[in-house]
């Protein structure tokens, strides 16, 4: 891929999870519902950077900040 995303959310069957790899995010919030029972969903929450001279949008750039380090996510049964 020559782009990659910063977070990447896969609703799935799957049991529900948040991971950093390789700089990016990966979130599986699971499903909101399953049958008659409630499922589970993500509170995603990106937090703005310190400085506007750590900001960069240049890949490669040794001051970005990866959203892994400014991203808090809880995961929420219904």
Same mark, same amino acid.
């Given at each position: 891929? $020559?782009?990659?995303?910063? #977070?990447? #959310?896969? +609703?799935? $069957? !799957? *049991? +529900?999870?948040?991971? /950093? =790899?390789?700089?990016?995010?990966?979130?599986?919030?699971? !499903?909101? %519902?399953?049958? !008659?029972?409630?499922?589970?969903? /993500?509170?995603?929450? @990106? =937090?703005? $950077? /310190?400085?506007?001279?750590? %900001? %960069?949008?240049? !890949?490669?750039?040794?001051? *970005?900040?990866? +959203? /892994? %380090? #400014?991203t808090? @996510?809880?995961i929420?049964?219904?």
């Amino acid at each position: 891929m $020559q782009t990659m995303p910063d #977070i990447l #959310i896969t +609703p799935s $069957q !799957l *049991k +529900p999870f948040v991971r /950093a =790899h390789d700089n990016v995010v990966l979130l599986n919030p699971g !499903l909101s %519902s399953k049958g !008659l029972a409630g499922g589970t969903f /993500a509170r995603l929450s @990106v =937090h703005p $950077q /310190a400085s506007p001279e750590s %900001s %960069s949008s240049v !890949l490669g750039d040794p001051q *970005k900040t990866f +959203p /892994a %380090s #400014i991203t808090s @996510v809880d995961i929420v049964r219904l």
